[in-house]
């Protein structure tokens, strides 16, 4: 029986094939995100893996359907899998920020889902970070957002040299259509034909923009001249008291896709261009008013980190680390009249936090060590009765090779003591 | 906007309200869950929430489908979030496993979706823990996967007086069937009989156990007074070496509602018996076979534990932690002027690891005092310019009230030595 077409397995390493997917980098990735963001005093949060279907078109309109995880429900109900995490952010701040202090700092690492046409090695599903601050207008909210974005990814053994954040501004794209004469109501329209010049072919983006009374080559003399808005000065500023300015351009080429983003807007690219945006993000300070029918009016920011390209892009740099199992003491039972108190043994080290193997049923010795090997376990131990019939642990390390004989207690202190 | 019912929102500490859901007290339980697994060489897999419906049925027949979360996707497939995590454990491991060392120990935190009729505050989904031994027919290997049991319930600060593991065998109920000459087309029947015995009107189940040509007092006797069997007595003879013995009882009374245990079967309840069960498992030694079409047949064996009735019981118990926050300084902005440098020291304790808040716009000081203390900040930190022009550190340890001022690389010598 095959799973689904999209979804992923994650299987322990060590990986039995190199193209199955590993949890432990999965784990590694989620770890490093949890650990930054608490650093920078962020609280995880998380909803629901299903939401009503209107929670996502009130947002995106209908016709984001097309690419929705959605179905109709045994009650009738019409719902989808998230495709993203912001209108469930926005529903839940809705439903209880009365009661927190502003701004919020919150994050996330759910599950998002979409059903497009079947391309091959197209996934349906991913994980992604959400990073968001609530509740305050001032750019130094913009920066403290950045800067987490720059230190996760430098949590992950990513340099200035590997990547960096394009930084620009729906404000000053707002300027410059206004002053070009654009119609007001074909605003967003016109942002999507900006967002797709990367992409397209220059003679359809000529046309595009012609319907606006735009030429290419004056939308492309404001992405080359344009010069820093105050808001993004303020942040460049910011940065830059915190040492992390070199990580950031000001790059008015990104604008983003999305309909809701209101001010800043940013993306994170590998330097080489390998790859599509590792992260991106924006403020959207409409979208919590538009969620909750505008009782709730707060203005807020945030960033998506998804894991399949961070995954390629710390795999093609050589940035992820040996996921060798992190055994501490593998114990030997090479005589079965001793296998009652070798489990004693492997309690009491269990009891004091220590990882530790052993062989389940009787095994030949050089069988049970080739285990520990490959296991990669740092110590191997094996209880001995003496000639007085006291019980003694043989312990090696097994990266020195040094070996010493000591009581059960002192082999529980030593493993703790070097495996901290 | 609403979320759908039976799904659940969860928010950050300190709760706004009773009723909501903890983000905090749940990754403290899959912290738990983690850590005490990985202490015992098991390691983490995942697979997709949503599987082929047939995945399930293969396993528990057509009448299972009335409890599943299906639908018919876009591409006209049956498909299903899965309502447990076996089926797609023996579909990865049937894939994979030639390529694994054996034993398999693995572990899942998955979330599990049920579409039964709504009924007040019933959920539609959990999270739950699922540790698997698979490729070992000793009951060494059971012992090994109830002592983590324990183990993990223990990290969670419950002790031998909060819970006992009712441990039981189909094996022996299996005898005891033959022995009374039971129909063995209706084996799996009668065991869903003895299932329900603790939860249903006598006279219901005397009529049931009739219609095998049993009485409910011959079974009740077989409970009461039958001995443990050769695999159970082993498995309790294994604990007792752990110094675990005492948290198991043998408990006929036990025998698991699902169709494919095939040996020992054993459920986790608190000694009060104030809640359904903590946790349950058992052998299910035909499962990878029957799921990979007779492909690949290893012995298994597992069990799952909820979050739900844990948190219930935790709660009841008061032995959940203080969720407090782990922010370790921060650090007060009282002069604008020192707000560039202010960055700078904030910046430089978060690049050592510490968690570090402050007040992203201008604010008045005992504001920001207030707001640290709220936070449950360790330490307040606050830049100073000497007379002579230097940048000094005011640190304030927020339980001693001791207050010194140092250079900025001593305060944050200082952090980290204290907040290791």
Redesign the interface.
């Given at each position: 029986?095959?799973?689904?077409p999209g979804?992923?397995?994650?299987?322990?390493?060590p990986l039995?094939?190199p193209d199955?997917w590993s949890?432990?980098a999965?784990?590694y990735i989620f770890d490093r995100w949890r650990?930054v963001a608490?650093?920078?005093?962020f609280?995880?949060?998380?909803?629901?893996?299903?939401?009503?279907l209107?929670?996502f078109t009130?947002k995106s309109g209908e016709e984001i359907v097309g690419q929705l995880?959605n179905?109709?429900?045994?009650?009738a109900?019409e719902?989808s899998?998230r495709p993203e995490m912001t209108p469930?952010l926005a529903?839940?701040v809705a439903?209880?920020e009365?009661?927190?202090?502003k701004?919020l700092k919150?994050f996330a690492i759910p599950?998002l889902f979409r059903?497009e046409r079947?391309q091959k090695g197209r996934l349906r599903?991913h994980f992604q970070l959400n990073a968001d601050i609530i509740g305050?207008t001032?750019s130094?909210?913009d920066a403290?957002l950045i800067?987490l974005l720059i230190?996760i990814l430098r949590s992950l053994n990513l340099s200035v040299e590997d990547f960096v954040i394009r930084l620009s501004s729906r404000n000053a794209w707002q300027g410059f259509f206004c002053q070009a004469n654009g119609d007001r109501s074909r605003e967003y329209e016109f942002y999507q034909a900006v967002d797709k010049l990367e992409r397209e072919d220059p003679a359809v983006s000529e046309q595009k923009l012609a319907s606006f009374g735009l030429s290419l080559a004056q939308v492309r003399t404001f992405i080359d001249e344009a010069r820093p808005t105050a808001e993004l000065q303020a942040i460049l500023?910011?940065l830059e008291?915190?040492?992390?300015r070199s990580f950031v351009k000001v790059d008015y080429g990104v604008i983003r896709g999305l309909a809701y983003y209101t001010g800043v807007v940013f993306e994170a690219f590998d330097r080489k261009g390998d790859f599509r945006a590792i992260a991106g993000g924006g403020r959207y300070d409409n979208l919590v008013s538009l969620?909750?029918?505008g009782r709730v009016n707060l203005p807020a920011l945030g960033f998506g980190m998804g894991d399949v390209v961070l995954l390629e892009l710390l795999k093609a740099r050589q940035r992820l680390p040996d996921f060798q199992?992190?055994?501490d003491a593998f114990c030997l039972i090479e005589d079965e009249a001793l296998?009652?108190?070798s489990?004693?043994l492997?309690?009491d080290l269990?009891?004091a936090?220590?990882?530790?193997?052993y062989s389940?049923?009787p095994a030949k010795p050089d069988k049970q060590y080739k285990?520990a090997q490959?296991?990669g376990a740092a110590f191997v131990c094996k209880l001995e009765r003496t000639p007085s019939g006291t019980l003694m642990v043989n312990l090696k390390d097994l990266k020195t090779r040094q070996q010493s004989t000591v009581t059960p207690t002192e082999a529980r202190l030593q493993l703790e003591a070097r495996t901290v």
């Open positions: 029986m095959e799973r689904l979804f992923r397995d994650f299987y322990p390493e039995p094939q199955l949890a432990d999965r784990n650990s608490r650093r920078y005093g609280h995880e949060y998380d909803g629901p893996p299903l939401e009503p209107e929670l009130a995880y179905f109709t429900d045994k009650g109900r719902i899998l469930t529903r839940m439903a209880h009365r009661n927190y202090k701004p919150w599950q059903y079947q599903e305050e001032d130094a909210a403290e800067a230190d500023d910011n008291a915190r040492d992390l969620i909750s029918g199992s992190a055994i296998r009652s108190d489990l004693t492997i309690q269990r009891n936090g220590l990882a530790v193997e389940l049923v285990r490959e296991l």
